[in-house]
């Protein structure tokens, strides 16, 4: 699973158009083209340039450009994961949905399956009316015994594939919580030594070596 992953994040980083998020930017000279999704180098006529930092020297330079780049790169990576998930989620409600269609099995009940008899059993707490008596007995009641072997073996099939689908889940949840640790990080540094906001956009300029904020204007122009 995390070799898969591995693989899935290295691809979408590299067709997934650069986008102006909150927190990053785009930088060009003449000789650099944007993509798409780019900042402009004529910033869109609904937003201006704000100045908000200039760069003192390349060594601060390189910093800034090495910590955008790593947001970015994080930020590309945790959506990659975000999108993995939604679509893990969505194969196990499908199973689920089968599972109940096929073998009256609900999401939210705990089941045991004995191949030898083909049937199906729902787990669930005995009821018990003495005051001193253990609360945690199980009891068994049959929910459907399979009719032949094909059934079987696609209860054995769904019941693998929403296992491996929940691991992936688990596995899924936790590297996306790594790179939210991570991004928010980044965001740390570029908040104190260049006093850039997670939730603001900026355009740099390498020619002259100025931070810009990038705001949206008014019909008349002025900064809102």
């Known amino acids: ?56 020297d390349k060594a601060a330079e390189k910093e800034l450009l090495q910590l955008t780049g790593v947001k970015r790169i994080l ?36 089941y045991r399956y004995d191949p030898k008899t083909m049937t199906i059993f729902e787990e669930a707490k005995a009821v018990s009316t003495a005051t001193n008596a253990p609360g945690a007995a199980m009891e068994s009641r049959v929910v459907k015994k399979l009719e032949s072997e094909s059934d079987s073996r696609k209860f054995a099939s769904l019941a693998a594939a929403k296992q491996v689908t929940q691991e992936d889940l688990v ?22 030594k260049f006093s850039m906001s997670r939730d603001r956009n900026y355009w740099y300029d390498p020619k002259t070596m100025r931070l810009y904020e990038v705001v949206k204007s008014s019909s008349k122009g002025a900064i809102q």
């Not at 999108?83 to 599972?99: C, G």
């Not at 991570?182 to 908040?191: C, F, K, P, W, Y």
């Open 75 to 110: 930020f590309q990576e945790r959506q990659v994961l975000m999108m993995l998930l939604e679509e893990k989620r969505r194969d196990l409600a499908n199973y689920d949905v089968e599972f109940e269609k096929s073998f009256g099995i609900l999401r939210d009940r705990n």
């Open 171 to 192: 596995v899924l949840a936790r590297l996306a919580r790594e790179k939210e640790v991570g991004l928010a990080r980044v965001e740390t540094s570029l908040n104190e």
């Open 1 to 56: 699973m995390k070799k898969q992953v591995a693989m899935c994040l290295a691809v979408a980083v590299c067709i997934i158009p650069l986008s102006l998020h909150a927190g990053l930017f785009g930088w060009m000279g003449k000789s650099e083209k944007a993509d798409s999704g780019d900042v402009p180098e004529a910033v869109s006529a609904n937003s201006v340039k704000r100045l908000h930092l200039a760069i003192s």
